[in-house]
């Protein structure tokens, strides 16, 4: 398997603020071709990141409002024959959104509330698959910055928790290991960490975020108040593969194995790994509608692409020869660059929605810039073209997020609120009740309702002689 040396958790926000670690003065750059992780020292080594492509099967689950006043937007990986950990990590993200969508609707004003769940791969390997989820916001318990790891031992078909990875007869070797690496680190004492890991049935929360390095070591990370001051953000620290390698369990060897030198594929013994069919579609040439002289919609598709409904979509855009905007989330063009390049040969425009669909006015320069560039390399790489425009999650605009990028910002003129809305006649009539000449209308590829309501949206609006075509062409020629 292609692997890089990325830092996962840079993956979702470039140098998190949040996360810069106290302890070492090292903070993630927004390049992101790699330094050490939050908290950890500048010399140690990455933990190598994956090519999510090549994992079969893999679908990603994802699921975003569209409202400033309760931003949310959720995503994980469903590994086939993984579904043990598919389902620890759906009961998490499930009840993350629910605390969290309770506290929007008790709330006065939520503006201001915002909940991201991304992912990253850490080991998608022979029998070892290891997920990491980020989580930031949500408000009430947990509010702020954490991280989890989940994994799935595929030769004994279970899910594993992070401290999993450690044999149950070497904890306390590991925790000790543990405690003399965090003492010392400014923002925590020998008493706050024996109060850390006083109680042991509270072990596997606390060390619930565990990866192996390249090199082999094991890095565990402590969420911001774990070990040490909230305001002291993350602690990082890796124990050398030397110590570790006599604590960690059959399991814990095995992914250490797969992490240091992976076999080159997976396999979790599934029944079967579905891949679906990419749409062949090709577009007849450039488009020469010109929007100054007949009736043009520019219909927009935001989230995407889904390995569940996306080539639906394309098969039906095909049948009417209309063209589409795709804004594409970067996590999901790395995990189906085939869909993305599928939109391109159909004659579609792709655009630009942010690596991991977090309300970009909430972050600085950098971390904004990180997103789009990310997101920008993905698109390149799987379609030979940069995008030229972006549209920002929730459309929230600012002049730090337009200062931080040469894309072009696109909003919309018709929301469909079809994420709000999973009915998919509802949807088509929001469209064909309001729909005027030269509208960029808003939907999304990720619900099933909006995918299904596009047929009769482009039946009748054709009948009204209405042209279909991208954002880029309408702006060109209207
Ligand atoms: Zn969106």
């Known amino acids: 398997m292609r692997t890089h040396l990325l830092i996962p958790s840079l993956l979702l926000l470039g140098s998190l603020s949040m996360a810069t670690a106290c302890s070492s003065g090292s903070s993630g750059t927004a390049g992101g071709t790699a330094t050490a992780a939050p908290g950890s020292s500048a010399t140690a080594s990455p933990v190598r990141s994956v090519d999510p492509s090549k994992i079969k099967g893999l679908q990603i689950v994802s699921d975003n409002s569209e409202d400033t006043s309760c931003a949310w937007a959720t995503s994980y990986p469903d590994v086939p024959g993984a579904t043990a950990a598919t389902e620890a990590m759906k009961k998490d993200v499930e ?75 070497s904890r306390s070797a590991f925790v000790a290991a543990l405690k003399s690496r965090l003492q010392g680190r400014e923002g925590t004492d020998a008493q706050t960490l024996d109060q850390a890991f006083a109680d042991p049935s509270l072990l596997a929360g606390e060390l619930d975020d565990m990866a192996f390095t390249a090199d082999g070591g094991l890095r565990v990370t402590f969420d911001p108040g774990t070990v040490g001051a909230v305001p002291a953000g993350s602690y990082s620290v890796t124990v050398p593969k030397k110590t570790v390698t006599p604590w960690l369990s059959d399991f814990g060897a095995r992914a250490q194995r797969q992490s240091v030198s992976p076999s080159g594929s997976l396999d979790l013994g599934a029944a079967a790994t579905p891949t679906p069919a990419v749409p062949t579609h090709t577009a007849s ?18 989230d995407g692409p ?32 085939a869909l993305v390049r599928a939109e391109v040969r159909a004659g579609h425009e792709v655009g630009n929605h942010s690596y991991s669909h977090p309300d970009l006015t909430r972050l600085n320069s950098e971390q904004v810039a990180y997103q789009l560039s990310r997101t920008s390399a993905a698109i390149k790489a799987a379609t030979g073209t940069a995008p030229t425009l972006f549209r920002p999650p929730y459309g929230a605009l600012n002049s730090t997020v337009r200062r931080a990028t040469r894309l072009s910002p696109v909003l919309w003129t018709l929301d469909t609120e079809d994420w709000k809305y999973p009915d998919a006649a509802k949807v088509a009539q929001s469209v064909v009740s309001k729909v005027k000449r030269n509208d960029v209308v808003l939907m999304h590829d990720i619900h099933p309702t909006s995918v299904a309501a596009v047929p009769e949206i482009l039946r009748a609006l054709s009948a009204r002689e209405y042209h279909f075509v991208t954002v880029s062409h309408l702006r060109s020629t209207m």
């Open 285 to 302: 040439g450039d488009d020469d509608t010109d929007c100054a002289k007949v009736t043009c919609v520019a219909l927009t598709f935001d």
């Open 95 to 169: 009840a993350r959104l629910a605390l969290f969508r309770e506290s929007c609707a008790d709330a006065a004003d939520a503006s201001g509330a915002e909940l991201n769940i991304s992912h990253g791969f850490l080991v998608a390997s022979g029998d070892v698959l290891g997920v990491r989820l980020t989580t930031l916001g949500g408000g009430g318990v947990g509010s702020g910055l954490s991280r989890r790891t989940y994994w799935y031992d595929g030769r004994a078909g279970a899910y594993r928790t992070a401290l999993d990875l450690v044999g149950s007869g």
């Open 306 to 337: 889904s390995t569940a409904y996306t080539a639906t979509l394309l098969t039906y855009l095909a049948q009417y020869q209309a063209r589409a905007t795709f804004f594409t989330v970067g996590q999901n063009v790395v995990a189906h660059p």
